[in-house]
């Protein structure tokens, strides 16, 4: 079992930057994939990152070159680096843990891009 807790979410301006965190209530060493999903009002939850134990990222074509994510293991937290932030990016983002076909999510954090 994995309790996800982030934090790091906010308001801020178009164009504007932010920091979301992830920590984890056990080792995230042996986690196969941890990520970073998003869910807009009247829209479906969609995958923003992804990150390996090995390292390997993947992005949603809509935040490539503006997010970036990261793991810090000994600190057992998952970073999200948003950058260039639009309007379009406003949501609820989710941490999400994997390991063989098991996923825990996070209770989610609002970013909320706005002027």
């Known amino acids: 079992q994995v309790q996800l807790v982030e934090s790091g979410g906010g308001l801020v301006q178009p164009g504007g930057s932010l920091r979301l965190s992830c920590t984890a209530s056990?080792?995230?060493?042996?986690?196969?994939?941890m990520g970073w999903y998003r869910q807009a009002p009247g829209k479906q939850r969609e995958l923003v990152a992804t990150?390996?134990?090995?390292?390997?990222?993947n992005y949603a074509d809509s935040v490539k070159g503006r997010f970036t994510i990261s793991r810090d293991n000994a600190k057992n937290t998952v970073y999200l680096q948003m950058n260039s932030l639009e309007p379009e990016d406003t949501a609820v983002y989710y941490c999400?843990?994997?390991?063989?076909?098991?996923?825990?999510w996070g209770q989610g954090t609002q970013v909320t891009v706005s002027s």
């Open positions: 056990r080792s995230i060493f042996n986690i196969n994939v």
């Open positions: 999400n843990a994997w390991k063989y076909g098991t996923n825990w």
């Open positions: 990150i390996t134990s090995g390292d390997s990222t």
